[in-house]
Every structure is written in structure tokens, then in C-alpha cells.
DNA sequence: AATGAATGAGAATTCATTCAT
DNA sequence: AATGAATGAATTCTCATTCAT
């Protein structure tokens, strides 16, 4: 089935190049007319590749997600200590870069806007389980840290994770907003040597 | 002589009613229209008050920095210890009830409009002066703290106090999402902790 | 009927000060809180004085008329020769002074406005009362011009007064454009001679 | 493939359809949707051939000029006397037929217009090359003549020519209202003699 | 008499979507 | 398969007019 691959293909083509524009301009503010001309196609073909304007949007939480997935894989690749991968990934997780920063401002958008559609839209549900996977790989590198003794073993790994992906969301957020001049090396480091000492034993 | 109308108070009343169809429908979602048939009013009406129908966003943004600054003042009017006080900050910041969630979801709506409309608009600076307020007051907490001996003196104060307000909002946009199986007291308590054993002198 | 007395006053005194507006935006480009603003007065006053926006037109084509007669009784009334007080009339007729500028595209303002509601409007009588009392007027500048043996007898009165009537609101139209590069007195001086002595070889 | 159209031809289509309506309600009184219900076509068609409202106005000025400029070849084509063509030009320019009257109607709507938006507009200059180009054609005939010896070399053949065609526009000002009782041919006859052998008795 | 708050019809314009080619 | 012409519902905003005070 080549034509179906095509297809599949083409539909990532045209999110991957819609990208910029809804973190520019904000999905209810992209035109059809934008995305079309953008990718260098007619305005009808688009409903050729999707059933309406707000079926790119599945293409495009998929792929916010692998390149999240990519960046992180990317980062952590080749380094073993369990505490060290999990300070790169607070550092650099709340460190936008300018694909990184575009998705962020892409996920608010479908944040904001499927908070709106509450009860009728799917993408709440894939937020929630992509949110769950993060909070798995940092529950598995607390837990690792602490089998191999850097970590206490009374600490409540979930409970922990939850507040890093927690915390790098929100210095995601307030670098769009405080930029440049928010230090956030400064910051990443000082909270997480201060978590450090606490829980290491003693 | 005509009605005599507080144009000031009105403009308050209006901005308060139509703060709940922000919230469920987004800015860019809600026409005039909705406004004025929420409020009881013609559609002309609005103009009386509001210069366009984005002028309503200072009175909206005023109110959301005014409920919270209120809820704030309100929760920790009556406590003294420093720490308590963070803690409480912490945990009930982070603990969305009716009006908060309301509020946070509009706070996103804006910050995700006004990243949009960079270099043009005017609440981005108001939300940097409000980060910063609220930012500077946990300074302070954290520096009484530091010269009432409960926490160490070598610990970075104003890194200390980004990370935890970052904290916050990114708590806010996960239970916006995972709500209601979130449990907020126990991860805000879980990194306190943690955190609290860290910046203790031993 | 004192007050009878005042209203006929205040109408002509909103009258005279949106003349101004009139000119520079246009009749139907005036809201009536414009006009209010300017007389400095509650816009539901307006209706007090005028049965509708419509109705402020009524005086306003008598002010426009009224100034025009003044005018010319102005800078007429104290010279003999006929043919000089056409001269002058035709020259100065078309030199558009600040208050003659503005009430002339008052005028095509309301020419304009008559035109199309032709039918249902009492604008168009008017101004053909107006065409027609000029009209007069010069007629019998050369008539008394002919019966003092200044022009030949056989001349068509009538119809070289329509001329010069539509020669001098030709002029006023295209110096409204054509200004300041316009050079009006030399036109009206040339036609004027060639008028009298006539272009044709001798 | 999608339906092929000319769209300046189409552009074309509808300026012509709609100046029989700019020439009965005026610019500012003709709402897109009668303009496209006289077409036949729905309103947002009428934005994929024009960028606004406004954008028409530059096709029906061309319009406008076009079929005068078309209606004094048709008139003077074929006569050869310089002082005939002339004459014809001032009568028959004077003279309203039904397309010439709604192309006058709407070249005094637009110069009102025009008028009230100077300095961010760009029909006055269009007006002014119009003029321009017309005084032009009435100077080369004046000289024309001076130079086969009809009219006296020393006519000032430009201030002549500004005189005719402010006259010209002044006469078909005042046919629209004063019509039908207004006399055209005859105003033009004994103004034109008048000028050709001067009205002094010799 | 004077006011300005309130109204809603109507304006220009945008845009997702359809469909003939 | 691809296109863009066509559509009309929906949006923001204006304004003449009314009317309670």
C-alpha cells in the first residue's frame, strides 16, 4: 500500500511545516489558507491529508511528543549516573531552545484549547498519558538512584518526580515569559543541590 | 438627567461575569455577543465601556492578580514562621479550588495570547511585574528564614524562590490536566521535604 | 416667544459649529456625538433642537446660501461698472478663501447626498432656487451692462449668465484639486478678456 | 482542476455592475452585499477580487476615465477643423447621456470622497493627471488653431483650456440638477461665439 | 430642558469548508 | 489527486435614536 505511506508521509510534511506557524500565530489565528501556502499547496488539497482543520492537530501532538522523546534520548544517550541524567534533564528541560520553545508554546496552545473543548476532545487523554511516561522515566531514575544507594530509601520517588516535571513545565512557561534575562542554570541548580543533600543519606 | 452609572464599577461587573466564559471558552472564543447576553446588556453596550474587546483583558488580568494577591494575604494572614508560611504558599498554590482554577486557566489563555502578540502588547509586562512580586516575597520569606537560623546562609535566596514559584504554576497546569487523580498534597509535601532537609544547617 | 427665539438660535449655533466637521469628514461620516462633542453638549440634546441628523441639513443649506449672498453683497457693493462686478464675482467667485473652501465641498457634500435620494428630498429645489437667483443676478449685471452700451445688444444674457455661473462652480471643483498649483486669477482673467474681445483674428 | 477565471476581467465585471449603484446610493451608502446581490454572487466572493471596499474604487476610477477618454475619440474622431472638435468637446462634454450622467454622479461622489480622505488617499492624484491629460489634449487644439491662423497668437491657449474644461465639469454639475429644463446646447453655443468674436461691441 | 446609558440593526471583513473542473 | 473559486455564517465594531432620570 505505497499510496497510504505517501499519505502518512505527506500529513507529517504539512504539520512539521504548520508548527511554526501555530507557535507563531496560535492555531485559531492559522488559516487553512496560511498552512497551504506555507507548504506550497492548494487550499483544497488540504482536506485531501485531513478531515478538518482540527485533525492536524493529532499529527501534531505526535510529533511535540517525539521530539520530546528524541531531545530526551538525545540528552541523556551516554550518560549512567542516574542523578546526573536526571539534573541534565531539569536543566535542560527547562532550557528552550528555539525548536523547544516553539513546541512548548504549540503544547500551551493545545493545552488552552482542549481545556475549552473539555469532554469532546481526545487530546487531554494523550497530555495525561504523555505526562504519565515522563513521570515513569523519572520514577525509574529516582528508584535506580536509589538501589544503587544515592538516594534515601524512604523518599517517595512518584511523589518527587511528579514535582520535577512539575517544576520544569513551570520554568518552561516563565523563560517564555522572562526571558532573557531569567537565569535558569542559576536556578535549576541551586534547587536541585538543595533537594540533593536532603535526600542523599546522610 | 440620565442614570447616573459608575462607569468604573460597571467595567469591573462586566470584566467579573465574563471572567467564566474566559475560562470555558477561551478569549478568542468568546464573542461580544456571549458577553453581553451573560451580562444582561445589548451588544452596543460594550463600547460604553470597554474601548474593543481586548480593553477588557486589563480589567480581567487586573482582577486575576488582585484575587490571588487577596487569597494570599487571606492564607497566611495569620501565621509566623517563615517556612510555614512557603509551605502553606506552596501547597495551597498549587491546590486549584472553583475560582483559582478559573483563574489559572485564564492566566494560560493570556499568557498564550499575549506570547502571540510579542512586541505589540501590554500584558506581558504586567505578567513579568507579577512573577516579580510574588517572586520578591518569597525572597523575603526565604531571608527571614536565613536570619532566624532556619535556613542556611549560603543558600541562593532568589534561585531558591524562581524554583518554587515555577513550581507552582507548573503544579496548576498538571492538576488542570490530571485532576482529580493529582494528588497535589502529597507531592508538594514529598519535595518540601526533601528540600527542607537540604537548606537545614546540620 | 422667547424660547421659541433661542431654539431658532441654538439650531443655527450647532448648525455653524458642525460646518466644520461636515467639511472635513463628510455628513455621513459625522456621527452625531461628534457634533455634540464639538457644540459641547449631551448627545440626546441634539434631538431636542432637530427632528433627526437629517434635519440639521435644513439649516445648514440655508447657512451655506446665506453666506454665499453675504459674500457677494460683500464684495460687490461698492462698484458701478457691471462688467467689473462680473469680473470680480467670476474671480474671486472662484478663489476659494478657508470659509468659502469649506462651504463649497459642504455643498457638493449635500449635492451629493440630494442626488441620491432624489424624489424623497427637498435639497434639490433648493439649490436650483439658489443656481437660479445667481443665475438672476448676473443677468441683470449684463443687461445693465448692454443698456449702457458696454455689451453688444444681441448677446444671450441668459445664457452667458448660465455659463459663467457653471464656469465659476467648475473652477471652485477643480482648484479643490488642483490647489495651490492652480493659478485661478490668470484663468479667469484670460477667459474673462476673451470673452470681451473675443479670440478669433481681426 | 478548479474553474478557471479572469480575474482582472472578473474584477472588471463587477466594478461595471456595481457603478449604476455607486451612481444611486453613493460610495459610502452601497454595502458589499447589494453589490454582490447584484452581481449574483455571495459577499466573501467579492474579497477574492478585491483586497477591500475601498480596492474597487481603483477599478471604477479607471472605469470612469476610460469611458470618457473613449467617449471624445468616438465624438471627434473624424472631424478635422480644431475649433469645430472644440466646440463639440465643450457641448457634447456638457451634455449628459445615461452613462455619462452615472459616470458623473460617481466622479463627484468619489472626488467628495476623496476630498475628505486627502493625504491617505490616491484618487486625487488619478483626478489630477485626468485633468491634466484633458487640458492638455484642449491646449495642443488651441494651438492648432493659432497656428492655422483661427484664433490670435497672443491667447493664452493654457488659461483658455483650464477655463473650457472647468467650464465642461461645471456645466454637467449643474444638468443634474437643473435637468431637464436646462439648456445645454445653448448656454455652450453662445459662450463658445461669445469667446470666438468677444461680447464688446466693435 | 438636558443628559448619556442603552439598544440592535447593519457595516466590513474573515474563514472553514465544499465542489466543479 | 489537486486546485482555488465560491459561499455564508460569524465576528468586531459603529451609530442614529430612544428614554428614564
Redesign the interface.
Known amino acids: 500500500m505505497p499510496k497510504v505511506v505517501d499519505k502518512e508521509q505527506k500529513r507529517i510534511d504539512i504539520a512539521r511545516k504548520t508548527m511554526p506557524l501555530l507557535a ?3 492555531f ?2 492559522t488559516p487553512i489558507r496560511r498552512i497551504t501556502a506555507e507548504v506550497g499547496m492548494g487550499k ?1 488539497t488540504f482536506y485531501d491529508y485531513f478531515t478538518s482543520k482540527e485533525d492536524i492537530l493529532n499529527e501534531i501532538v505526535r510529533l511535540v511528543f517525539t521530539d520530546w522523546i528524541e531531545w530526551v534520548i538525545r540528552k541523556m544517550g551516554n550518560i549512567d549516573d542516574p542523578l546526573e541524567k536526571l539534573f541534565i534533564l531539569v536543566r535542560d528541560g527547562s532550557t528552550l531552545d528555539a525548536t523547544f520553545e516553539q513546541n512548548m ?1 504549540i503544547y ?2 493545545l ?3 482542549s ?2 473543548h473539555k469532554g469532546s476532545n481526545e487530546f ?1 487523554p494523550k ?2 498519558s504523555y ?1 504519565e511516561n515522563g513521570r515513569n522515566s523519572v520514577i525509574d531514575l529516582i528508584k535506580e538512584a536509589q538501589s544503587k544507594g544515592l538516594v534515601k530509601k524512604e ?2 520517588a512518584a ?2 518526580a ?2 520535577l ?7 518552561c ?2 523563560s ?3 526571558k532573557p534575562e ?2 535558569v542554570e ?6 536541585f ?7 542523599r543519606p ?1
Chains 1, 2, 3, 4 share one sequence.
Open positions: 507563531k500565530y496560535g485559531e489565528n483544497g508554546i500551551v496552545d493545552w488552552r484549547w481545556v475549552s487531554i497530555f495525561r505526562l523518599i517517595d511523589a518527587i511528579s514535582a516535571i512539575a517544576f520544569i513545565d513551570g520554568m512557561l516563565h517564555l515569559i522572562l531569567f537565569d542559576r536556578v535549576c541548580r541551586s534547587l543541590e538543595s533537594i540533593l543533600k536532603g535526600i546522610t
